[in-house]
Every structure is written in structure tokens, then in C-alpha cells.
């Protein structure tokens, strides 16, 4: 009899609680795992998006850097020479494409701060110097470079030939010449956080050009931090 009592079995309620146990350790270590996957996720998508800002920065700060003082077009009013067209939303210059994007030679590329389908929207356009006609960019559809912008803005750095003073605007006056630098600002709406850090390009110029060593000599001038005073015109 007692060898009988000994070996009865488990209740229907201890059974019930040992059930009830491990599908609770079950439970925690799931969420667990599935936490783990989204901070992965998460990760992964802030590291992919700081990778493609940084491209994008270093492409647009390229391109405008080697901005290069070729005849885009001639206005036709007075039959100047466009060399640069500089404004709030958009900007057009000449400049050489990196070897893998092109076939040689100089281009006409825009980049434009344009509404899309979320917030604003950096596209990019480019068509081949030679041979160019007015509307060729407009011909095609541009690259995105980055979308849902909250803002997006372009700066210009010229200096005032007569006190040889440096200015800020948002709107490029002298189209027939380059400004000294080129400022980008743009507002990301981000739900991780991430910022557009200041962009302020300064376009290379020849020291032998009338006004390029003087150009040059100021070129500590353009360092203007984000929100600092700009003149605009």
C-alpha cells in the first residue's frame, strides 16, 4: 500500500500550473527574440540611411566643388553667357561626372528641391555639355536623391567687387560668373533622428582668373555655421 501511494501521479491542477509555466517562459523569451529582431531591423535601417546620406552628401558637395565656368547657354535678352543659375529651390552649372557615371566630358546637372509624393524631394539631372540645348534636363525624369524633406534650401557666396566683401544669398545675381561656395540646407523628417549636417561646397576657382586669388583669399569667409546672419538679396 505504501509503495502504491508513492508512486501515484501528477494532480490536473499541478499539471495545469507547469503548462501554464512554461508557455509564460515561452511567452517572454518570444518577445525577447522578436525584440531582438527589431532592434536588429532598426539598426540595420538608421546604418542604411546615415550610409546613403553620406553618399549623397559627398556626391552633391563634389559635383558643386568642381564647378566649372563653361557656357551653359546665352540669354537671350542680352546675349550673356549663363555659366551658373542660382536659386532658392534649384541650381544649374557645369561640371565633370565621376568616370563610372559618364562617357567623358563636362555636363549640365542640376539638383532641385522639389515637392513629392511625401514632403520635398533632392532630384538630381545631368545632360551632356555637348550638344546641349535649353529644356534637354527638363527632357528627362530626374534622379531622387532623397525624399520626404521637410525643407530645402541653396545659399550663394559671392563678394562685392568694390570692398571686396563677402555676402550670403539665396538667389544667384551674376549668372555669367560662379559664386565662391555653395550652401545646401536641408530639413530631414526622420522618425530615427537623423540630420542633414551643414553642407557649404567651395567652388574650386583658378587663382589666375580675374578675382580668383581674391576669391581664394577669403574662402575662410564661407564656414558659416547652421542658422548663422546671411545677407540676402
Known amino acids: 500500500m505504501m509503495q502504491l501511494r508513492q508512486m501515484r501521479g501528477f494532480t490536473l491542477i499541478e499539471v495545469m500550473l507547469a503548462i ?79 568616370g563610372y557615371l559618364s562617357y567623358g566630358g563636362s555636363y549640365v546637372q542640376q539638383f532641385s528641391i522639389e515637392r513629392g509624393t511625401e514632403g520635398y524631394e533632392l532630384v538630381y539631372y545631368y545632360a551632356m555639355l555637348n550638344g546641349y540645348e535649353p529644356g534637354d534636363l527638363e527632357a528627362h525624369d530626374g534622379i531622387v536623391l532623397l525624399e520626404g524633406l521637410s525643407r530645402g534650401e541653396f545659399h550663394f557666396l559671392g563678394m562685392n567687387p568694390e570692398d571686396q566683401e563677402v555676402f550670403w544669398a539665396d538667389y544667384w545675381e551674376l549668372p555669367e560668373e560662379l559664386p565662391m561656395a555653395v550652401a545646401v540646407e536641408i530639413d530631414l523628417q526622420r522618425e530615427h533622428g537623423q540630420i542633414w549636417p551643414d553642407l557649404v561646397a567651395p567652388v574650386m576657382v583658378d587663382a589666375g582668373l580675374p578675382n580668383g586669388r581674391a576669391r581664394i583669399e577669403r574662402a575662410s569667409d564661407i564656414l558659416v555655421p547652421r542658422g548663422g546672419q546671411r545677407e540676402r538679396r
Do not use: C, H, K, W
Open 20 to 98: 501554464s509555466l512554461v508557455a509564460l517562459v515561452m511567452a517572454m523569451a518570444y518577445g525577447g527574440f522578436r525584440a531582438a529582431v527589431r532592434a536588429s531591423n532598426t539598426g540595420e535601417v538608421i546604418i542604411e540611411e546615415n550610409n546613403r546620406l553620406r553618399v549623397v552628401q559627398q556626391f552633391v558637395r563634389r559635383q558643386l566643388m568642381l564647378a566649372q565656368a563653361l557656357a551653359i547657354e546665352e540669354d537671350e535678352t542680352n546675349g550673356e553667357r549663363i555659366r551658373f543659375l542660382g536659386e532658392r529651390d534649384r541650381v544649374r552649372f557645369v561640371s565633370p561626372m565621376p
